[in-house]
């Protein structure tokens, strides 16, 4: 499971931050209080998601409350121990007997570090292993992520936004692979239909050889997509890895274009 905080957007005059993860996808903001405020697109509304007290109110069926019991709990696991520092939340077991969250711990400027859900075999635990705040790395265990990312959701047209692909490797040994090619990735463009609309390599040309490829960190690639060739739509961007075989590493978001 990955949990990202990342893009803004206005909505009835408020800025609200998108949070994708564990709980779906969010739109939270905070207001002069200290409360965390959700708001629904579909409904047009916002609600408390927790209150400047501590009092929250997650999304999940089980119509729960929690509380912050402790900003200075304790915590060790995958990624450190932290002592003193820890915000944890409690909840009751709402409208569910065997299902729902049970405890969180969180750790300031980095979220969630740790989630216990109930379930009908007994609790199962969930823990941060890797963050990534603001570009720097927080914390890590090892894993391999190709992952591609794009400023915004939405767009008006003439603008060129930028791509972010990032292929990431921290297991004990390398990560080897192969490409065909001096090519080492591509951006393709789909419109609503899955029609092709754009791709990155289309008009260039790579040295022809075979290239094999060892990792052991991050390694980044920016592409400029040009909106100006494409009409007011839903699109899908997409990104490759040019390995052999190909299609191991492959990463999608969606995207709005906007009449000018």
């Not at 990342?6 to 409360?35: E, H, K, N, P, V």
């Not at 060129?160 to 591509?186: C, K």
């Not at 052991?216 to 060739?229: D, I, Q, R």
Request: contains cysteine; negative net charge; hydrophobic residues 40%.
């Amino acid at each position: 499971m990955t949990s990202t905080v990342g893009r803004t957007a206005q909505f009835g005059g408020q800025t609200y931050i998108a949070y994708s993860g564990f709980d779906g996808a969010l739109w939270l903001r905070t207001d002069a209080s200290g409360a965390i405020l959700m708001y629904d697109p579909d409904t047009k509304s916002e609600r408390s998601f927790m209150t400047a007290d501590g009092v929250v109110s997650p999304t999940n069926s089980c119509r729960q409350t929690g509380r912050v019991t402790s900003t200075a709990a304790d915590y060790s696991g995958p990624i450190g121990t932290f002592t003193g520092s820890v915000v944890l939340v409690r909840y009751d077991a709402g409208a569910c007997a065997d299902a729902g969250i049970a405890e969180e711990r969180y750790l300031p400027y980095v979220g969630l570090l740790q989630r216990t859900v109930t379930t009908i075999a007994g609790p199962r635990t969930y823990d941060l292993v890797y963050a990534r705040v603001g570009g720097v790395l927080v914390a890590t265990a090892p894993e391999t992520s190709f992952t591609l990312a794009l400023d915004a959701a939405s767009y008006t047209a003439g603008s060129e936004p930028l791509a972010r692909i990032a292929l990431r490797h921290t297991g004990p040994t390398p990560l080897v692979y192969e490409q065909a090619s001096g090519q080492e990735f591509d951006v393709t463009v789909f419109d609503s239909q899955g029609n092709l609309v754009y791709r990155w390599s289309d008009g260039k040309a790579f040295p022809q050889m075979v290239v094999t490829v060892q990792l052991n960190g991050e390694k980044n690639w920016s592409v400029a997509l040009p909106l100006a060739k494409l009409g007011a739509g839903n699109y899908t961007a997409e990104a490759t890895l040019a390995t052999t075989p190909a299609g191991v590493f492959k990463a999608s978001l969606p995207f709005t274009v906007m009449a000018k």
